[in-house]
Nanobody, 122 residues
Framework: VQLVESGGGLVQAGGSLRLSCVASGFTFDEQPMGWFRQAPGKEREFIAALDWSGAKTYYGNSGKGRFSISRDNAKNTVDLQMNSLKHEDTAVYYC????????????????WGQGTQVTVSS
């Protein structure tokens, strides 16, 4: 399993970024995917997840309202659109896959990308 994130960078507060994660090594359209983030000195935080079809989405408190998760099963990608960014959104953002069983949402993520840095200047 390989997950590769891209799209991070430096952005001013109020701006937008779109993160993308390309997946390989498993049957992408059978597995739920998620986005997490971790800021320095803080625990990893759940942002959003969606099921294998993309029909069902879930958001953590940090992702509600400003962030949107989506997937393209034809391209094996899962994206995170982030709008109205705030300084406190600064973190390393990780893509994760739940590959325990096909078409089953275990709630546990067993594969992780290397992360992409998002820095929001205030």
């Amino acid at each position: 399993v390989q997950l590769v994130e891209s799209g991070g960078g430096l952005v001013q507060a109020g701006g937008s970024l779109r993160l993308s994660c390309v997946a390989s090594g498993f049957t992408f359209d059978e597995q739920p995917m998620g986005w997490f983030r971790q800021a320095p000195g803080k625990e990893r935080e759940f942002i959003a997840a969606l099921d294998w079809s993309g029909a069902k989405t879930y958001y953590g408190n940090s992702g509600k309202g400003r962030f949107s998760i989506s997937r393209d099963n034809a391209k094996n990608t899962v994206d995170l659109q982030m709008n109205s960014l705030k300084h406190e959104d600064t973190a390393v953002y990780y893509c994760a896959a739940d590959t325990y069983q096909p078409e089953w949402w275990s709630g546990e993520y067993d594969s992780w990308g290397q992360g992409t840095q998002v820095t929001v200047s205030s």
